[in-house]
T-cell receptor, first 111, second 113 residues
Framework: DAKTTQPPSMDCAEGRAANLPCNHSTISGNEYVYWYRQIHSQGPQYIIHGLKNNETNEMASLIITEDRKSSTLILPHATLRDTAVYYCIVRPPDAGNMLTFGGGTRLMVKP | SQTIHQWPATLVQPVGSPLSLECTVEGTSNPNLYWYRQAAGRGLQLLFYSVGIGQISSEVPQNLSASRPQDRQFILSSKKLLLSDSGFYLC????????????FGEGSWLTVV
C-alpha cells in the first residue's frame, strides 16, 4: 500500500464542516483511497472510498485532486459523536486482506 | 443490509485458560472473514482469514487458532492463553467476489491476567 501522510490532530466546532486532509503522493494508478474512522474502544468504521472522481455518501464527501496525490474527507456538519481517529489508506483493487492503518488524524469536535 | 457482530465485548481470562471469540455476519453470502488484533497505539495485525467454510489461512504463527464451521460464522480460539495474548481483537468481512472494502465488528477486549 502507498504511504499516506495525515496531520496528527485537528479540532472542529460542532455543526461546522470538518475537512481532513491526506497526502498520498506515491499513489499508483489503480489504487483506491479509503477512509475509516475509529472511535475509542470500538472497531474501525468504513466511511467512504474513491478512485478518481469525488464521492459522497450519507456520512461524508471525498474530494480527490486531479493528480490524485492528495484528498480531503469532508464531514459536512460535524457532531460530538464524530470525535474519532480518521485513517486515510490507499489500496490496490486486489489488496484482499491487506489493510495498513497509519497514524491517522485525531479529530476533536468541540461544542 | 449487512451487519457483523462479535462477542464477548470484553473478557478477562487467567493465564492458561481457553478462549473463544465468536463472530457472525448477516445479510451476505460466502463472505471473506478475518480476525485482526490491534495493539494499543499500533496498527492492525492480520491473524487469520477465510475464503470459505473450513478454509483458514494463518498469517502469524501463535497461540491462537480459527475455525469457520458455517458460512457466516468465524471463531477465534486458544487452548491456553498467554499474557501476550491480551489485546483488542477485531472480526471483519469483505464481499467474497471482488469485494475490496473490509468492514469491522465492534471488537473484543481481551485481558489475560
Amino acid at each position: 500500500d502507498a504511504k499516506t501522510t495525515q496531520p496528527p490532530s485537528m479540532d472542529c466546532a460542532e455543526g461546522r464542516a470538518a475537512n481532513l486532509p491526506c497526502n498520498h503522493s506515491t499513489i499508483s494508478g489503480n489504487e483506491y483511497v479509503y477512509w475509516y474512522r475509529q472511535i475509542h474502544s470500538q472497531g474501525p468504521q468504513y466511511i467512504i472510498h474513491g478512485l478518481k472522481n469525488n464521492e459522497t455518501n450519507e456520512m461524508a464527501s471525498l474530494i480527490i485532486t486531479e493528480d490524485r496525490k492528495s484528498s480531503t474527507l469532508i464531514l459536512p456538519h460535524a457532531t460530538l459523536r464524530d470525535t474519532a481517529v480518521y485513517y486515510c489508506i490507499v489500496r490496490p483493487p486486489d489488496a484482499g486482506n491487506m489493510l495498513t492503518f497509519g497514524g491517522g488524524t485525531r479529530l476533536m469536535v468541540k461544542p | 443490509s449487512q451487519t457483523i457482530h462479535q462477542w464477548p465485548a470484553t473478557l478477562v481470562q487467567p493465564v492458561g485458560s481457553p478462549l473463544s471469540l465468536e463472530c457472525t455476519v448477516e445479510g451476505t453470502s460466502n463472505p471473506n472473514l478475518y480476525w485482526y488484533r490491534q495493539a494499543a497505539g499500533r496498527g492492525l495485525q492480520l491473524l487469520f482469514y477465510s475464503v470459505g467454510i473450513g478454509q483458514i489461512s494463518s498469517e502469524v504463527p501463535q497461540n491462537l487458532s480459527a475455525s469457520r464451521p458455517q458460512d457466516r460464522q468465524f471463531i477465534l480460539s486458544s487452548k491456553k492463553l498467554l499474557l501476550s495474548d491480551s489485546g483488542f481483537y477485531l472480526c471483519a468481512w469483505s464481499a467474497g467476489a471482488g469485494g475490496n472494502t473490509i468492514y469491522f465488528g465492534e471488537g473484543s477486549w481481551l485481558t489475560v491476567v
